[in-house]
């Protein structure tokens, strides 16, 4: 599914508020002058007010299922396939069905679904 490729300054929210951020830019593709991220490195989230929380007060003993949001990555089979770069697909507006969040408390990890709300530009589409 063809999207706009993601940028560094991408916004990607979980499903409670907490912003997630690409942590490694890769050095060969830049749109508009903002490099895109690898793909393949967790993204940290940051502010997550799930149960509650707030990001000035540390995490206490949580309930099952009110756990916070601390790490994200995005599934291989939502990468591009098309456009590439140094053999591995980026991330476009379209990947955003495929993130993992993972929390401290469950053991597996549940899969909770993070938006894209804006993918960093609007000029350059990858499939």
């Known amino acids: 599914m063809p999207g706009f490729l993601l940028t560094m300054s991408a916004v990607v929210i979980c499903s409670h508020g907490g912003k997630a951020s690409a942590t490694a830019p890769n050095p060969r593709v830049k749109v508009m002058g903002v490099p895109v991220p690898i793909p393949s490195p ?3 989230i940051a502010g ?3 149960a509650g929380m707030t990001t000035s ?4 003993p949580i309930p099952p299922g009110g756990s916070p949001c601390i790490m994200s990555t995005f599934l291989p089979p939502t990468f591009t396939m098309r456009v590439k770069s140094m053999g ?8 955003s069905t495929g993130p993992t969040v993972i929390t401290p408390t469950q053991m597996p990890p549940m899969p909770k679904p993070l938006t894209i709300t804006f993918a960093g530009q609007v000029r350059v589409k990858a499939m």
């Open 42 to 44: 967790p993204w940290p």
């Open 48 to 50: 997550c007010m799930a």
């Open 57 to 60: 007060v540390p995490p206490v």
């Open 88 to 95: 591995q697909g980026l991330l476009c507006f379209s990947s």
